[in-house]
Structures are given as C-alpha cells and as structure tokens.
C-alpha cells in the first residue's frame, strides 16, 4: 500500500476542495499544508492575501481604520498569492513581501484592514478563481467553509485551547519570558475578538463543520484525522 494509501483511506486521488478556518493560532497554516502535501493537492493561504493588502494599506500610509481609503488603495493594488504547499508567494504589485506579512505591524493592522467589506469582496473574487484553476486544494482562513467555498467537500473549524495557542506560539517565536507569553495570549485574544464581530463575514465555524480540536493533538495527528474526514467525505460523495 503507497504512504498515501494508507489506512486513513484511498486519498491519492483526492479531489475537491478542504476549508480550514479557525480563530489565531489553532495550527490551521501548518495543518493545511500538511494535508496538502499528504493528498497532493494544493494549498491556499487566505490570511496571507489579507496581509499582503494590509501592507499595501501601510505604505501608502493610510489609517486601516479609514474604511474608504482602505477599500480605494487596495482596489489599486495587485495582490499575488501561489498555491503551492511546500512555497510561500505573495506579492504586492510584483514586490515579495513574504517576510514582511508576518512582521507585528502588518498582524496589528491586518484585522481592521479585513474587515472593510470592499476589500473582503475583491479578494473573496481572487480566491475562488484561484480554486477553480484546480482539482483539489486545502484553503485555509476564516470565513472558507461559511462564505468563500459554500459547497466545499469538507469543512474544518480548527480550535486549541487559549494558552495552548499561546505557548505554540511563542515556541514558533523562540520567546520564553512568561510576560512576553502573556502579551502574546493577548494579542491572540484582541485579533480574534475584532475577527468574530465584525460585521461582514465574522470568525464562526459553518453549521457543517467538522470542530477538531488540537489541544492534546499534535500536528500529524491533526493531520491524520483531517485526512481521514477527507476519505470519509470522499466516500460519502460516492454514495450520494
Ligand atoms: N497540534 C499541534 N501541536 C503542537 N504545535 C502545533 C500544532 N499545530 C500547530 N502547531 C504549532 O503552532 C504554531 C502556530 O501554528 P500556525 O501558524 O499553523 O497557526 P495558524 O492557525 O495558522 O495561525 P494564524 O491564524 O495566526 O496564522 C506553529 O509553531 C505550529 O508549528
Ligand atoms: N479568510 C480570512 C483569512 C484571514 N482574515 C484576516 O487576516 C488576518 C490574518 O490571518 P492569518 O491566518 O494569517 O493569521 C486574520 O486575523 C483576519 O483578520 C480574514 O478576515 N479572513
């Protein structure tokens, strides 16, 4: 039996399309690239469009809380992601700004930049189209499995508990100072706070989501049960 024909089920020959969506840190960008790369599908990181626009929003020196001015300079940007798990693309008009999207100014901002519905609009429009041009792919964000990709062949909500969440990541980020952890568990808190009340498209898993919950998961064993939901939904299409 090939390694992707394992005993979670026949995945090789996946296709359709796997939503990931879950608050910050819950491991959804590690998961869903691990996923991807088990069922040869591809990948497509949301979160990072709405960076690369929050970065568009910062150099052009404009109040993410200005809605209009928001909405106007990322309408003007060109936005670039790839959709390949195992290399990060993204390009704000043909600059790769693949570090800078992870830099504290761009998350202390990025909530505000996506909750301005013009901008939520445009990039809903490039991520489809990005999952058309393919067979399968794990799309990972916050709004997949309730807006984006409506009839996707699975939907997951990703949670972990608060501090677990934390302490990842500050592993991620090699901090070990308990203060700095703590400022941290805030950050997550605050981000997911702003995401879960917007108004357009909020933080909330869809009513057919799958909830798995990671807190005494490690990674490959979320990925594990991910893959075998992946067979399951497979089989179940087959069926119906
Ligand atoms: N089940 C797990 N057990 C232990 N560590 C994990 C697990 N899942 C993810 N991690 C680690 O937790 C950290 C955060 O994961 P990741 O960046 O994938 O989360 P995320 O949900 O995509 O975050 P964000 O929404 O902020 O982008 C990473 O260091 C990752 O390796
Ligand atoms: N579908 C999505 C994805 C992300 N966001 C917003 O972007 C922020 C950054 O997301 P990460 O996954 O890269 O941490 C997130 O906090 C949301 O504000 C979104 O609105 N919809």
Do not use: H, W
């Not at 979670?8 to 590690?30: H, V, W």
Request: charged fraction near 25%.
């Amino acid at each position: 039996m090939s390694e992707r024909a394992s005993s979670t089920g026949s995945t090789a020959s996946f296709r359709g399309q796997i939503t990931l969506d879950g608050p910050s840190g819950t491991g959804k960008s590690s998961v869903a690239r691990g996923v991807a790369a088990r069922l040869g599908a591809a990948y497509l990181d949301t979160g990072a469009m709405y960076r690369a626009a929050t970065v568009a929003v910062l150099d052009a020196a404009v109040d993410p809380e200005d809605a209009d001015a928001v909405a106007r300079t990322v309408a003007a940007a060109r936005i670039e992601v790839g959709t390949e798990a195992g290399t990060e693309l993204v390009l704000v008009d043909g600059v790769d700004v693949a570090a800078r999207i992870r830099g504290a100014e761009v998350t202390r901002n990025v909530s505000a930049v996506s909750a301005v519905p013009a901008v939520r609009r445009q990039l809903v429009e490039q991520q489809r189209a990005l999952v058309a041009a393919t067979e399968a792919v794990v799309v990972e964000g916050r709004d997949i499995g309730t807006v984006v990709l409506p009839d996707a062949t699975l939907k997951v909500y990703l949670t972990a508990a608060p501090e677990v969440r934390a302490e990842r990541r500050a592993g991620q980020l090699g901090i070990t100072d308990p203060a700095e952890v703590a400022a941290l568990a805030e950050d997550l808190r605050r981000r997911d706070e702003y995401d879960s009340s917007r108004a357009d498209s909020p933080l909330r898993p869809a009513e057919d989501a799958v909830v798995v919950d990671s807190t005494d998961l490690d990674q490959q064993g979320v990925v594990d049960r991910i893959v075998e939901l992946a067979a399951s939904a497979v089989g179940a299409g087959d069926r119906s």
